[in-house]
Nanobody
């Protein structure tokens, strides 16, 4: 069983910043694409940002220019730097590890961490 452990969430005022971290095993960080997803109450889980093992990134339009994803494979950690936060960023954020292997999508998820943006 793969464990992904998130940290860094909490309550922040609009315009503020938070950095989320996700730590996992070496076997994951060496070859898996890592990502952050979020789910607000009553809504589906959506991709926020993802980064390949070689460092290529992709972002949801809603967070482009405000969020930055990065990874440190030596520390087995992926980060999500969130700046200029807005109330609509409020959600549970999930760390994801994904790999396509022999035509099958392999996905592992963290337990989720709450981010609340409110004054």
């Amino acid at each position: 069983q793969v464990q992904l452990v998130e940290s860094g969430g909490g309550l922040v005022q609009p315009g503020g910043s938070l950095r989320l971290s996700c730590a996992g095993p070496t076997s994951i960080f060496s070859i898996y694409e890592m990502g952050w997803y979020r789910q607000a109450p009553g809504k589906q889980r959506d991709m926020v940002a993802k980064i390949t093992s070689s460092g290529n990134t992709d972002y949801a339009d809603a967070v482009k220019g405000r969020f930055t994803i990065s990874r440190d494979n030596a520390k087995r950690t992926v980060y999500l730097q969130m700046d200029n936060l807005k109330p609509e960023d409020t959600a549970v954020y999930y760390c994801n590890a994904h790999r396509l292997l022999l035509g099958r999508h392999l996905n592992f998820w963290g337990q989720g961490i709450q981010v609340t943006v409110s004054s």
